[in-house]
């Protein structure tokens, strides 16, 4: 279980995002299964969780004693329960948190939530690692883990075919949880997937594995990685991420997207994508895709470089709070191996669920050519989207006060208009937004104004 120090470090993450009013006491006395730290890659993602969260859950919130259920926004229970959680799920955390946040608007609530939901799905996550077969674990590097958030340190961990399982998809009950359920390519009754389909870790075209960046030397590299490995690798430009894996029919000239996406980060291209904001588009762009497993590789110790408290949290946060599958590898070697497992289990994947009737999955992979058009149509601004990358870009204002004040003002004329309809009065219009929402702090609301408003 995680100790004292990683429980601190895990609400330390969340008190910087200014939750320490909602997360409450009881994310730092609760029980937190370190062991999901532990997990890596290959993991995928799959973990048994329903039946144990449900048995958790009854013991500690009675459902039909929660009349604050009915207080839910709407718009929490759409995003999150497309983010694969249940309606009993997002009640039991919405209730917790509601307990100690009883002074605290609902809608200021969200990654308290989310807190919990995560934790939750944490603590169901942890398998009796002793039970997997060996056969069923692909060498694999170390995740970030929250002791090693709490101690300040990383140390690094050779590829291992002990290190972790793919084989999880099944709870103790042998009841799949749907989140768990990867969506298929389109197959007949009885259909062995191995038979039909060959897996193929697509590349982008951008991906650099040579110093240099010579293109000899990166083919010299992937086709060697080919060969250790014996997979299919091919280097495409892809709209979204540094690689994917497609589902090609061996007969059909057809191509189908599988459910994972790896995006790949250098430790100092990290530390300067969170400078720049370029971290947050990415992930959001990540979040959207469409794909439900989202991997996040980081390369190298951050130890070696500057801001290496900011990259560790970073990496934390964006695992609990978003739902990434967060790695970490020594380097470009290790890296390439990461690549090489993943394709494997993913591999190993799909095989196990495509003709099992248990997993009965009703999701579709897209087709390559329609996962490319979906999210170059997200690529497109909205006037709202303008908006966003501006407002970021103002002292004090944090993603969440972002988001409020979108809520409140969708354009940046709507806003104007706000202004305007105060003119004269300079301190309310400083406070106007501060005042109309507790996610956007004084100085936030102050600096907005002056940025869209105000003289300077």
């Not at 305007?420 to 936030?444: K, P």
Request: with cysteine.
């Amino acid at each position: 279980m995680l100790t004292q120090e990683g429980r601190e470090a895990a609400c330390e993450c969340l008190l910087r995002s200014g939750l320490d009013d909602s997360i409450g006491t009881s994310t730092r006395t609760g029980v937190f299964s370190t062991d999901v730290a532990e997990q890596t890659a290959p993991d995928l993602g799959i973990a048994h969780s329903n039946s144990t969260f449900k048995e958790t859950a009854k013991s500690s919130v009675d459902l039909d004693d929660q009349n604050i259920f009915t207080d839910i926004p709407t718009e929490f229970l759409e995003k999150l329960t497309r983010m694969g959680y249940s309606e009993e799920q997002i009640h039991v955390a919405f209730a917790k948190v509601s307990e100690t946040s009883r002074n605290k608007e609902s809608s200021s609530l969200w990654f308290a939530i989310l807190f919990h939901l995560r934790l939750d799905r944490v603590e169901s996550m942890h398998p009796d690692s002793d039970q997997i077969p060996a056969k069923c674990c692909p060498a694999t590097s170390s995740t970030y883990s929250s002791r090693d958030i709490a101690l300040g340190s990383f140390n690094l961990r050779a590829c291992r075919t002990s290190d972790n399982a793919v084989d999880k998809s099944v709870d103790h009950h042998g009841m799949e949880s749907n989140r768990n359920i990867l969506a298929m390519p389109p197959h007949r009754s009885g259909e062995k997937f191995e038979d039909v389909y060959d897996v193929i870790l697509i590349l982008d075209d951008r991906e650099q594995f040579a110093k240099n960046n010579r293109g000899s030397r990166s083919r010299k590299v992937i086709e060697s990685m080919s060969i250790q490995f014996k997979i299919q690798i091919e280097v495409r430009r892809l709209p979204v991420g540094d690689g994917i894996w497609i589902a090609r029919h061996k007969q059909l000239d057809e191509e189908y997207v599988l459910d994972f996406i790896v995006e790949r980060k250098e430790v100092d291209d990290l530390r300067m994508s969170i400078r720049d904001n370029r971290y947050r588009d990415q992930k959001q762009r990540l979040l959207k895709c469409g794909l439900q497993k989202l991997i996040y590789i980081v390369e190298g110790d951050p130890n070696s470089c500057e801001a290496a408290e900011s990259i560790k949290t970073a990496c934390f946060t964006t695992e609990i709070l978003e739902g990434f599958d967060v790695h970490r590898t020594s380097g470009l070697a290790d890296t390439l191996k990461k690549y090489g497992y993943l394709t494997q289990a993913i591999s190993h994947c799909y095989r196990k669920q495509f003709s099992n009737d248990m997993y009965n999955s009703s999701l579709v992979c897209p087709s390559f050519n329609e996962f490319t058009k979906k999210c170059q149509d997200l690529e497109k601004m909205t006037v709202s989207d303008v908006l966003a990358v501006q407002l970021l870009q103002v002292p004090h204002v944090t993603e969440e006060a972002a988001l409020a004040v979108l809520n409140l003002y969708p354009t940046i004329l709507s806003l104007a208009h706000a202004y305007s309809a105060l003119e004269g009065d300079v301190r309310a219009q400083e406070d106007m937004l501060g005042r109309q929402s507790n996610l956007i702090s004084a100085s936030a609301s102050r600096n907005i104004y002056k940025l869209i408003w105000g003289s300077g």
